[in-house]
């Protein structure tokens, strides 16, 4: 495959890349990850975002040879070249580190955008950079997170926010909830439905045949056979039980605490936590600049890196386009194992009476 994209018979896929608050260090880790020229050469990147705000990070990061096309609308879009989906020529004000009204607007605009384009199958994947979720916060725009948006823009009834490294896999029953509504949020049938989708997703989209989940417990210890809290008993292991019935190989409730310092998530191909914090901290612990956040359950395909706007270094130059570049790395390997999960699937094999007996 990889021969015939390099003499042009295979049309490179087409990731679309969401530019997100351009006060952050969105531009930046964009640019880093995707000038390398040679990558053209096995997908086609499109930026939806602004020209001025590109010329304006090419300056200052002094890159003489950073080169792309200005393109007005997906139509007119050239394979193996760097793309910038125009959405608007005018002149922006840059504000590094501080969170404006203007930089929420054209971020929502952007995800509007690709969308869209995602929609009609004019780009295949979709890779948003980190918003500033108080300044997209409008009445179109009315979602805790890219992942809530996508959700509901694609006629899904859940989704999972899944967290990607080399070595760990983290998915979350609840997501940008505070602490006090998580409880309350968590119930037997929200954790059937987020292990299907995990379950689901490890099969079609990471190719595992039969993947082991270990779920966590919510309160300290697992509750400590309800010394502690009734939840992990009544409700997680409830929803367990009604898991393995179904098929599924999911394991626990297990004590959050010294589940990942003891490195039992090496035994499971992927981990279930309750909340946002308690899957993310160890996650990033130890996949910071290599993580993805990947939203599972969509008909689509969408990544993210798995850091936020970093507003204390935007502008000065040493952002990691690390993440960013795995983000895009992810969504290709993510939509071609879809292609061969459903190739397995649909056309099975056909073994002949002779060859059985």
């Known amino acids: 495959m990889i021969k015939e994209r ?27 990850a995707l000038m390398d020229s040679r990558l053209y050469e096995l997908f086609t990147p499109v930026i939806y975002g602004l020209p001025r705000v590109v010329g304006f990070h090419r300056k200052y990061m002094h890159l003489s040879d950073f080169n792309y096309s200005v393109i007005s609308n997906i139509s007119k879009i050239t394979d193996r070249k760097l793309n ?27 995800l509007e955008t690709a969308v869209k ?17 108080e300044n997209i916060h409008s009445e179109k725009f009315n979602f805790q997170g890219h992942t809530e ?9 859940n989704s999972l926010m899944l967290m990607v490294s080399d070595h760990l896999k983290v998915g979350t029953v609840t997501n940008h909830i505070p602490v006090s509504e998580v409880a309350g949020a968590i119930t037997e049938k929200l954790i059937l439905t987020k292990l299907i989708i995990l379950n689901d997703s490890l099969k079609k989209d990471f190719l595992i045949e039969r993947p082991k989940i270990a779920v966590l ?23 367990i039980i009604k898991a393995k019935k179904q098929g599924l190989l999911a ?16 035994k499971y191909d992927a981990v279930l936590a309750m909340y946002h914090d308690q899957g993310l901290i160890p ?10 956040n990947y939203t599972a359950g969509l008909p689509i395909v969408r990544t993210s890196p798995d850091h936020g706007t970093a507003y204390d270094i935007a502008g000065k130059n040493i952002a990691s386009p690390a993440s960013m570049r795995q ?24 073994v002949s009476h002779q060859e059985n007996s």
């Not at 922006?92 to 605009?109: C, Y």
């Not at 384009?117 to 979720?133: E, F, H, S």
């Not at 394991?251 to 090496?266: E, L, S």
């Open 117 to 133: 384009d995602l929609r009609n199958k004019k780009i295949d994947v979709l890779v948003t950079a980190p918003i500033n979720k």
């Open 84 to 110: 910038i989906r125009s959405l608007s020529d005018e002149e922006i004000k840059i504000d590094f580190g501080k969170s404006t009204s203007l930089a929420g607007e054209f971020a929502f605009e952007a």
């Open 149 to 157: 948006y996508l959700t509901q823009r694609f006629g899904s009834e």
């Open 251 to 266: 394991f626990g409730p297990f004590p959050a605490d010294g589940f990942f310092g003891a490195g039992n998530y090496t």
């Open 217 to 239: 417990g919510l309160n300290p210890h697992a509750g400590d056979n309800g010394l502690i809290g009734t939840e992990d008993e009544s409700v997680i292991h409830a929803a």
């Open 6 to 32: 390099l003499k042009g018979k295979t049309a490179p896929l087409r990731v679309g890349v969401t530019h997100g608050d351009f006060n952050g260090i969105s531009y930046e880790v964009m640019i880093k």
């Open 327 to 350: 983000a895009v790395y992810l969504a290709l390997d993510i939509y071609k194992n879809r292609k061969k999960w459903e190739a397995m699937n649909t056309k099975p094999l056909v």
């Open 283 to 292: 996650f990033k612990l130890m996949a910071l600049d290599s993580g993805v």
